[in-house]
């Protein structure tokens, strides 16, 4: 699998992750130990003690330590071991590997690359729980599938028309259309209006409205997504440009997404989504989730197939069609950073 390592990868729910009660994650591979200590600092490290490598995700947090609960060695947070219990001398490999990881956005976000690149201005601008302007809820989704599919998936929403006719009610203007794509420097932004419509299910209209979405999907695979409806005749008189978000007359909401790949055939799926505070209320969020579970549920069941039909196929190859330019895109961009990045580790050894 091919992925950008100098890049923040969700591995949370903020929220979800307990003071002093270490959590576990594999992402590209690397088993992740995650804890928050009782101050409130969050730290990662390589879940494999050096000892007898068993998973520190299991071990106790003892102030901003962690310790492996299989024959006691105590690890600071940046993964040096200054504990072996009956034994004076640590050996200088006594180490495992640790991760820059920052709290933000509702979500707990690791840097998998180098350490020293770590730059949280590139943390994609996701909307958590702590924006006052919107009522969210969330979720998650594990995948038997590469993250690589999930991603091409979110970057090409013509699917809407046929996996998500009945749950989304996305009529055929997704697969009959084609939005405005414009490269950006890390993804890609999707623009579109659908003219005319009585809206998707979770934001219906009794009278045609023009409806408004936008995304950016950015590195490593995060979608940032409002949309809204507004008057018949708005794109028109905007001349199809965007509209500003204060003008929609029903059903601004905001989604945030983010694939999350754990192995080369396993992926986890986050996401949260909800009303701005002007357009809905808690009992609107509920209904937006109850009817994502389906939604969501009927993208698993497509690309979970879809990767059995992958492995099963000598050579797989790809047709792209017109609606593929999004996904094109920020492949390319992918396999451009990842050979980059390749790079400076064969010319830095």
């Not at 940046?78 to 991760?99: F, H, L, N």
């Not at 357009?279 to 994502?292: C, F, K, N, Q, V």
Request: with cysteine; aromatic share 10%; proline share 7%.
């Amino acid at each position: 699998m091919t992925y950008v390592r100098n890049a923040w990868y969700v591995a949370g729910w903020e929220q979800e992750l307990a003071p002093e009660t270490p959590a576990a994650i594999t992402i590209l591979g690397e088993r992740i130990v995650i804890w928050r200590t009782a101050s409130g600092s969050v730290h990662a490290l390589e879940d494999r003690c050096v000892h007898r490598l068993a998973p520190l995700s299991l071990g106790r947090c003892e102030g901003e330590r962690l310790r492996c609960m299989y024959h006691g060695l105590l690890f600071d947070p940046d993964g040096k071991v200054v504990e072996i219990p009956g034994q004076e001398t640590i050996p200088p490999r006594a180490r495992v590997k640790g991760y820059p990881v920052e709290a933000r956005h509702s979500w707990v976000w690791v840097w998998m690359g180098d350490p020293e690149a770590a730059d949280i201005s590139l943390i994609p601008p996701a909307v958590g729980y702590d924006d006052p302007a919107y009522i969210l809820g969330h979720g998650q989704l594990d995948y038997e599938a590469e993250a690589r599919l999930i991603n091409d998936n979110l970057l090409d929403f013509s699917h809407l028309s046929y996996v998500h006719a009945i749950s989304f009610g996305a009529g055929p203007q997704f697969a009959q259309s084609q939005p405005k794509i414009t490269p950006l420097a890390r993804g890609i932004r999707s623009e579109r209006w659908i003219t005319g419509t009585l809206g998707a299910s979770n934001r219906k209209s009794d009278v045609p409205v023009d409806s408004w979405q936008t995304y950016d999907f950015l590195l490593p695979g995060v979608l940032l997504m409002w949309s809204g409806n507004y008057p018949a005749g708005t794109a028109e008189r905007l001349g199809y440009a965007p509209p500003p978000q204060e003008d929609a007359q029903q059903g601004l909401n905001f989604t945030s997404q983010a694939v999350t790949p754990m192995t080369d055939r396993t992926s986890r799926y986050f996401f949260s989504w909800g009303p701005h505070r002007d357009h809905g209320d808690e009992a609107m969020r509920d209904g937006m989730m109850e009817l994502a579970a389906v939604a969501f549920g009927e993208d698993k069941v497509m690309i979970e197939a879809q990767q059995k039909v992958i492995d099963m196929t000598p050579d797989p190859v790809v047709m792209p069609s017109a609606h593929d330019r999004g996904v094109t895109l920020f492949n390319r961009l992918v396999e451009k950073l990842a050979r980059a990045e390749a790079g400076g580790q064969q010319q830095a050894a």
